[in-house]
């Protein structure tokens, strides 16, 4: 049975930062691409970063330059390091694990940016 369980979300105050992590168990974890996901209330869900088997990275534009995301395949883990936040990055951010023949969902983390 596979399993993401996220970790890190907060309340933090803008500029500030937070690291998400999300442990995977259950699956062959180099096997699979990882990704983090947000939904904000009212929208959709939307990609923030992925990192693929490979080490091939991509970021939605509106993080670049403030968040990083990592994979760590002896602790079976993906990070997201997250600086300089913003009142828009608030949102319920979600861990995601997917290859060809498969597609996995964490239960979701909060991150919310206010004074």
């Known amino acids: 049975q596979v399993q993401l369980v996220e970790s890190g979300g907060g309340l933090v105050q803008p500029g500030g930062s937070l690291r998400l992590s999300c442990a995977a168990s259950?699956?062959?974890?180099?096997?699979?691409?990882m990704a983090w996901y947000r939904q904000a209330p009212g929208q959709q869900r939307e990609l923030v970063a992925r990192i693929s088997t490979g080490g091939v990275i991509n970021y939605a534009d509106s993080v670049k330059g403030r968040f990083t995301i990592s994979r760590d395949y002896a602790k079976n883990t993906v990070y997201l390091q997250m600086n300089s936040l913003k009142p828009e990055d608030t949102a319920v951010y979600y861990c995601n694990q997917e290859n060809l023949w498969a597609t996995y969902w964490g239960q979701g983390t909060q991150v919310t940016v206010s004074s």
């Open positions: 259950g699956s062959i974890f180099s096997r699979y691409n």
